[in-house]
């Protein structure tokens, strides 16, 4: 396929009709996969395949960029408007207010809904794909079994059920007719293909036209309730929607997804609308269909705590398992179990180029994104030529949101910057300018997160650089302070070496607490010999652990007094000037600004994650306080998201303080 039609629609499109360009790349792809479908049945011809292949997963995937990025962007253009929340006792609203202002759960029903969109072209018109004939009566050839014995009295070889409503098989423990056993189980499977479709009402009539349509009930019962007649105030009634008690048929639903009796499709129907992972993941196949089991069952996670969280939840839903009730899903965890797939096909799809880019698309990574193609396009493998295109496309279309990029294709020139370092430094008189100069450099490479080059440059510059600034301008004037350009320059150098000593302590923490010392194995043999042994081997092991935790608390302390030494800063903060009447220079004064930004919200969720994981959940409350003052205003660095993942994490300690039996700051409770 010719790359000029992706050329020709690149150059027809102005650089503010982003969209309308990743339209016409879809349009682009779906024609070409066409041309090559039609190829591929005159004959087969693997390269042809490879190609249709690779068009049909760089069409998916500009549809996910498509539906994320009108959305983040949409939100970017709102984010300081502020809609009303209105208080309401209809499910519904609710949750549409939960959808509105979390762009989180938002993005995952996004993701669920390309994963059914995909999935629903790839069946195609499900009417012509059914294997077996539907029928209006259920369950018809052991009805006539039934009517057979009652007409002749006589009794079955095979014992069959004596009533047909649909619990019989279950309640009394007896077969179907085997016909009748293999037609559910064709149903079965087509309906959770359906499902898995997001083609729910076509299940519905499905079942209806199978005589089936107490099964299409129960696939009614997630719609949520919401009566217009309660704020209304009109003299006309009008029909309520969804079912008031879903809290009922919610727990159902999770009991029979947890039925190891019943078909493991039926369990995954009943799982996929009950949020039950487990019956779920074991009907799915591919990668698609796992992330769309850990995104739908984390949306319908989050929806129900937001309902308990405003007194909307029935009181069934406490019957649903704790470990449902209390999961924290986010999209990065989603992609951390997928890489612990029991599955091989699974883990092979994950590696695949298109499957990588998704999940970095779906995280909004896009630093991560070009990491991984920095890393393909140095291996020794080529790439396909078609992906190659993509990629292009894609950083050319990031880079017209006005998004920064943070591009790493280039080591050596990295290497280059750091050995200009060595040049700066040849002439002593000229210290104060090398140090403006380092400092500009590791600048830049904070802001590209490339700590170890940051070091580099940092370790170049000479420890004295500070005493011989401040000799050199005492030769020239006694009198005056020293320049407040060079003055900043220190003290921003400062800044920067409190940071990098900050990094690299939680370095230390994480690769320490990483290796703990592993428990020992008891041998198996009871002798005494193995006895003595296993004792010795305990002795040592818990001589190791208590020598490994000592040394995790000293690293506790210092990494938490080095990140404070960072977001307490002295005389105006980290990354601030101390001298105003400097000359002035907008960029510098943007890229402090924007390291601000960046850095000190990161730092302060690391250190979050150092106290909790050190169980200092009192200490991690605190931090609160700090963020929080007026003193510091450090919470105006922060985002709004960057915000919501803090209050979140500190409700994890909450949650653990009151586990403990203290109140929720940590203090003992009242009697």
Known sequence: ?????????????????????????????????????????????????????????????????????????????????????????????????????????????????????????????????IEYYAKNVCWENTLHALKMRRKSGTTFTVPLVTELDPDAPLRQQRPLADLDREDDARLLKNLFTLIRAGMTEEAQRLCKRCGQAWRAATLEGWKLYHDPNMTSGGIELQPVEGNPQRGIWKACCWRMAEEEQLNRYERAIYASLSGNLKPLLAVCESWEDCVWAYFRVMVDSLVEKDLMSSGMAHHEVETLPREYLEANWTMEKVFEELQASESKRVLEETREHYHVIQKFVILGDLDGLLEEFSDWLTASKPLPSHLLRFMTHLVLFFRSLGLALKVKFTLKEDQRKIDVIDWLLYDPAHRAESLKQSNAIMRNFLALQKHDA???????????????????????????????????????HLCIRAYLEAHEAFTDWFRHSSSAPQKPAPAPEAKFTERVANEMREKEYQASLSAWSCRLDALTEDVKERIYNVLL???????????????????????????????????????????????????????????????????????????????????????????????????????
């Open 569 to 671: 800063f002295v005389d105006g903060g980290w990354m601030v000037d101390n001298r105003q009447d400097s000359e002035p220079d907008s960029e510098r004064s943007h890229q402090m600004a924007a390291l601000r930004s960046l850095c000190l919200p990161r730092l302060s969720l690391l250190l979050l994650s150092v106290l909790q994981s050190s169980s200092r959940h009192q200490e991690a409350l605190r931090l609160a306080d700090i963020i929080s003052s007026d003193q510091h205003c450090l919470y105006q660095v922060f985002s709004k998201e960057e915000l919501r993942r803090f209050l979140q994490k500190l409700r994890e300690s909450s949650l653990a303080l009151l586990d403990r039996g203290v109140d929720p700051l940590g203090y003992e409770l009242q009697p």
């Open 1 to 129: 396929m010719p790359s000029y039609s992706f050329l020709g629609a690149f150059l027809k499109h102005s650089s503010s009709a982003v969209f309308e360009l990743l339209d016409d790349y879809q349009a682009l792809c779906q024609d070409k996969v066409g041309e090559f479908s039609v190829v591929l049945r005159a004959g087969q011809n693997s390269k042809t395949a490879g190609v249709r292949w690779l068009l049909q997963q760089e069409n998916c995937t500009w549809r996910l960029i498509t539906s994320l990025y009108r959305d983040r962007v949409q939100l970017a253009l709102e984010d300081d408007l502020m809609t009303d929340m209105v208080v309401s006792n209809s499910e519904k609203v609710v949750v549409e207010q939960l959808f509105q202002r979390d762009a989180v759960i938002r993005q995952s029903q996004l993701v669920v809904d390309w994963l059914e969109s995909i999935a629903k072209d790839q069946i195609g018109d499900f009417s012509d794909n």
């Open 454 to 492: 940051a070091k580099a440059v940092f370790s170049k510059v000479p420890e004295d650089s500070m005493r011989e600034i401040c000799s050199q301008w005492s030769g020239i004037s006694q009198t005056t302070p020293l320049p407040a350009e060079d003055e900043n320059a220190i003290r921003e």
